[in-house]
């Protein structure tokens, strides 16, 4: 049974919750309203419109985009998977204490320094038109593993030292733990250290897939037919942009839900660490 004082600070925490909940949506509405009233009263606003938010051309361009985005989905579910493994390799190269390993821990140094200061568009060129140049037997030629490859190659660098960066967060009494309790390093590692690590770093790794979702746009420029080639293509040939602005959508409905996700495990950590 909650006392009366109690029950008056709940009252009062309800009160102020409302109160600022209610000013939020007041300023909001505010604020956006008048951007509305700008951007439609400006000179220029009856051709911006024409060009970029014409309703019929977005109903004719749909149909096409929605399938070329579906190529997006899967090169974006692919690479993911091709960028955990390789980061997580590298990172657990560059960790693990052991001597014998020092030339594979300066080429995943090396391969960390250099594919995160090339700029992903230059490496998907680069790879998308020298690898094929090569004539190398078992290469792959496919514009799509190509795209693949790039992507990977620059995503696996930035995930690397974020997972790297967990994995040297964790706490060394978390290793001795593991290893009193007779654990190989393999098996501290991979039962006790590594869980852990992923969860503190899991808000930064969603935020750089997010990346990765929009990054694939990028591969248009080696000739996939995604949904920016595809918008792209649309409005060369109606000169019109509105088809890319229906691409643009299709890139926020995905990537909206993901960075609210992030919000949300960066808020449950936060909770966590502070015993809330």
Known sequence: MLSARQLERNAYRIRQSRRRATIAAVSTIVVLGLLVLVVVNAPGWERVRLTYFDWGHAKESFPKILDAFWLNIRLFLTIELFVL??????????????????????????????????????????VGFGVPALNLNGMPTSLFWLGVIALTLSYGAYVAEVLRAGLLSI???????????????????????????????????????????????????????EALRAAQVYSASTFNFTSLCVAAVFFIVVTIPLARFTDWLTIRSLRRENGI
């Open 85 to 126: 493994a390789v980061a997580l390799l590298i990172a657990v190269i560059r960790v693990i204490p052991s001597p014998a390993l020092m030339p594979l821990k300066i080429i995943a140094a090396l391969y960390t320094d250099v594919f995160r200061g090339i700029p992903t568009l230059l490496i998907v060129l680069l």
């Open 171 to 225: 706490h060394p009494t978390q290793w001795a733990s593991g290893r009193a309790l007779g654990m190989s390093y393999r098996q501290t590692l991979r039962h006790i250290v590594l869980p852990q690590a992923v969860r503190r770093v899991s808000p930064p790794l969603i935020n750089d897939f997010v990346a990765l979702q929009k990054d694939t746009a990028l591969l248009s420029t080696i000739g996939l037919v």
